[in-house]
């Protein structure tokens, strides 16, 4: 039984009670182990979230498995729309982005997918059931915030607990991007402190020592340390899976592969350019992070240091991309200049080299490198 008393948000006192009712085994418990059981057993906290004039989009509820944390979240926040891992009774259709809501537009599930950090066109129209932990989580996360609407509070518990830690990391950086673009408030309910520079929370609430923070500002990112490796083509047959189209790899592609903290996370390939102007051109072959790391961009810094491979050694480097986060992160880019605006490009007669671009729109890129980047003297 839960009661609390002298409720004003977000300060109050959560109170727990639990009458205990001897039995036999209880009770030889408490004869073995001398337990100090009581007829009732009684713990409060006293909460204090001081947010009512601050302006915040995220907020963090951490402490040990136990403690009250997500009771706490439901006092404090009533009229959050809450995730805490009982709607997969909710995913029943043979491709999952047929669950979201009937009012969403196509267009808007795919950029909210992406958005989390889900940019798998070929797991998209899979069921729910056939995703990894970590494609489910954010699923989850896309679908909460789509049919919330922008000032809401959603508040998901377990936080990040079905994934380990590493990909935990990522997918905290990639959701917390989301909620602040989309105009939502989120509080996350976790036992994991390990996630709190990479959400960056504008407050976090301690619930096992009662202290509460103001951190909006103050936490931040941890960089993202890639070993990048040139590697055998054979290791595409890692990726290309979670590749948009059904393709292959070049044999003749220098491919190069991302690890991170040891794993292999993303993959890109280059491969000659033949032109009848340009000389010692090369562009980007097949491009893929896998999904669990993706929205943090892994995929696009790999890119750019191929890119800036190729340039320290004379040589041009150009890239067509369909992805609309590439290609934003080329528009914004000092690195990049485009050569192309976005578009359908038609398929040419003799040689069919844009054929599996003609359906899709793309934008042209070279890669020129930053003057004003230390990394590149």
């Known amino acids: 039984m839960h009661r609390y008393d002298n409720v004003t948000m977000p300060k109050f006192t959560h109170k727990l009670e639990i009458e205990y009712k001897q039995s036999f085994r209880s009770a030889c418990i408490e004869g073995m182990f001398d337990v100090p059981i009581e007829k009732k057993l009684s713990k409060s906290w006293d909460v204090d979230i001081p947010i009512e004039n601050e302006e915040w989009s995220i907020g963090l509820i951490v402490g040990p498995s136990g403690c009250g944390k997500t009771t706490i979240g439901k006092v404090a926040f009533p009229d959050a729309k809450l995730f805490d891992g009982s709607r997969h009774e909710n995913w029943n259709s043979n491709c999952f982005v047929d669950d979201f809501a009937e009012s969403l537009q196509v267009q808007d599930i795919v950029e909210s997918l992406s958005k989390v950090g889900f940019s798998s066109p070929p797991n998209w129209v899979l069921p729910f059931s056939a995703l990894s932990n970590g494609q489910k989580f954010r699923t989850e996360i896309a679908r909460l915030i789509l049919e919330s609407k922008p000032g809401e509070t959603v508040m998901i518990d377990e936080f990040t607990s079905v994934v380990d830690r590493t990909v935990a990391k990522v997918c905290s950086a ?52 890639l070993v990048i490796r040139r590697v055998h083509h054979s290791a595409w047959g890692i990726f290309k899976d979670h590749h948009y189209l059904n393709a292959s790899v070049n044999k003749s592609a220098h491919c190069f592969v991302a690890f991170l903290d040891g794993e292999p996370v993303a993959f890109g390939g280059a491969i000659p350019f033949p032109h009848p102007v340009l000389k010692n051109m090369w562009r980007a072959h097949r491009t893929v992070c896998l999904p669990d790391y993706q929205g943090v ?54 040689t069919g080299m844009f054929k599996s671009s003609s359906n899709r729109i793309t934008a042209s890129f070279e890669y020129i490198g930053d003057k004003s980047d230390p990394s590149n003297s």
């Open 174 to 225: 990639a959701v917390q991007k989301m909620i602040r673009s989309s105009g939502r408030k989120m509080v996350a309910i976790s036992c994991h402190y390990d996630i709190a520079e990479w959400l960056e929370p504008d407050w976090i609430y301690h619930v096992d020592t009662g202290e509460f923070k103001i951190t909006r500002g103050i936490l931040r990112r941890p960089p993202i340390e």
């Open 297 to 350: 961009g892994i995929g696009s810094a790999l890119n750019d240091a191929i890119a800036q491979h190729f340039i320290d050694q004379g040589k041009r480097y150009s890239g067509v991309a369909s992805h609309p986060a590439m290609i934003a992160h080329r528009l914004h880019s000092k690195k990049w200049i485009m050569t192309r605006k976005p578009g359908r490009v038609p398929v040419n007669g003799k």
